[in-house]
């Protein structure tokens, strides 16, 4: 049987620049959530070369949350809630981002 080509763009359709400062801007916001600032600016990048090279939102969440969830300070968090409240709060910046262009 013939599979059909799978054109989706990977992370490293993302610059490994733009991933690093995304993840340092995590940790950060992890530590402090009330201080959004680098974390605002790291998503607006990632959002705009995500559109620049044609990388769906979809696709662009799944590198997002793949980043998150590979911070050790994230996995320390004892309330799942908290960091379910977190990640929604990150994922809500990110879309604002990406339709913000």
């Known amino acids: 049987m013939m599979m059909a080509h799978d054109s ?15 993840r340092i801007a995590l ?9 959004g600032e680098r ?3 790291a ?10 090279r044609s990388i ?12 998150w969830h590979s911070l050790p300070s994230v996995r320390a968090m004892k309330e799942q809630e908290d960091q379910v409240r977190l990640l929604q709060r990150v994922v809500t ?4 981002e990406y339709y913000a262009g």
């Open 8 to 22: 989706t763009p990977d992370a490293n359709a993302l610059a490994d620049e733009t991933i690093d400062a995304v």
């Open 27 to 35: 940790i950060e916001y992890v530590a402090a959530p009330s201080r």
């Open 39 to 41: 974390l605002g600016a």
């Open 43 to 52: 998503l607006h990048i990632m959002a705009r070369e995500a559109r620049d």
């Open 56 to 67: 769906l939102p979809e696709r662009l969440l799944i590198v997002l949350k793949d980043i």
């Open 93 to 96: 910046m990110c879309i604002k």
